[in-house]
């Protein structure tokens, strides 16, 4: 089991930053990749950024050149800079962490933080 813990979530202004942590434990060996999701009101929860135990990063279109997905593997966080803060963005972030599944020959989000809100509000 990986338990995952958010925090830095909060109400900014559009145009401002904001950074997102995730601080992983328990089965950490297990994990493939970590990422941040987004759900926002009254909509489906979307990808925002990926990064692999690599360090290959992907980003979802909206949000490339204005966030930044890191990790600190001796800290065992994950880390979300989000600049250039749109209302658009305001959504509650989550954060999970992938396990290769190799029947499907792909990573598998498994593993959920319980949220933090963001909203870009003036």
């Known amino acids: 089991q990986v338990q995952l813990v958010e925090s830095g979530g909060g109400l900014v202004q559009p145009g401002g930053s904001l950074r997102l942590s995730c601080a992983a434990s328990?089965?950490?060996?297990?994990?493939?990749?970590m990422g941040w999701f987004r759900r926002a009101p009254g909509k489906q929860r979307e990808l925002v950024a990926l990064?692999?135990?690599?360090?290959?990063?992907n980003y979802a279109d909206s949000v490339k050149g204005r966030f930044t997905i890191s990790r600190d593997n001796a800290k065992n966080t994950v880390y979300l800079h989000m600049n250039s803060l749109k209302a658009e963005a305001t959504a509650v972030y989550y954060c999970?962490?992938?396990?290769?599944?190799?029947?499907?020959?792909?990573?598998?989000?498994?593993?959920w933080g319980q949220g933090t809100q963001v909203t870009v509000s003036s």
């Open positions: 990064i692999s135990s690599g360090g290959t990063t």
């Open positions: 999970s962490a992938a396990e290769f599944n190799e029947r499907a020959g792909e990573n598998e989000y498994v593993y």
């Open positions: 328990g089965s950490i060996f297990s994990i493939n990749a």
